[in-house]
């Protein structure tokens, strides 16, 4: 799992309204920290895990091809627990077989 750019949060115990302004802008125009990128298991492997603390039980985890040859593979999630979830997919022989995720939940 590679994280993407982090962008800025709120203190746990609150911010002035400069930063929380800033903070709602930024998720108005798309700049949440729920994205990553996750590439499958190779040499025949049929799930992939993929482990992030942002991952819950109940989350809903959405992907898309960030290769061609990524295309051709249908993903899903076959289990998830807090933390990570298992990717099931056709025998993998072929690298560079990635996606890029959302967290949502």
Same mark, same amino acid.
Do not use: C, W
């Given at each position: 799992?590679?994280?993407?750019?982090?962008?800025?949060?709120?203190?746990?115990?609150?911010?002035?309204?400069?930063?929380?302004?800033?903070?709602?802008?930024?998720?108005?125009?798309?700049?949440?920290?729920?994205? =990553?990128?996750? /590439? $499958?298991?190779?040499?025949?492997? *049929? %799930?992939?895990?993929?482990?992030? @603390?942002? +991952?819950?039980?109940?989350?809903?985890?959405?992907?898309?091809?960030?290769?061609?040859?990524?295309?051709?593979?249908?993903?899903?999630?076959?289990?998830?627990?807090? =933390?990570?979830? /298992? $990717?099931?997919?056709?025998?993998? *022989? %072929?690298?560079?077989?990635?996606? @890029?995720? +959302?967290?949502?939940?």
């Amino acid at each position: 799992m590679t994280r993407s750019v982090q962008f800025r949060t709120l203190p746990v115990f609150g911010a002035d309204e400069r930063e929380v302004s800033e903070v709602v802008r930024g998720i108005m125009d798309g700049k949440t920290n729920n994205t =990553g990128t996750v /590439t $499958l298991a190779t040499g025949g492997a *049929t %799930t992939t895990t993929l482990n992030d @603390g942002r +991952i819950g039980k109940e989350s809903l985890l959405f992907f898309t091809p960030t290769t061609s040859i990524s295309l051709l593979n249908a993903v899903y999630v076959s289990s998830q627990t807090q =933390g990570s979830a /298992t $990717l099931s997919h056709a025998a993998n *022989t %072929t690298a560079n077989k990635s996606y @890029g995720y +959302i967290v949502v939940g």
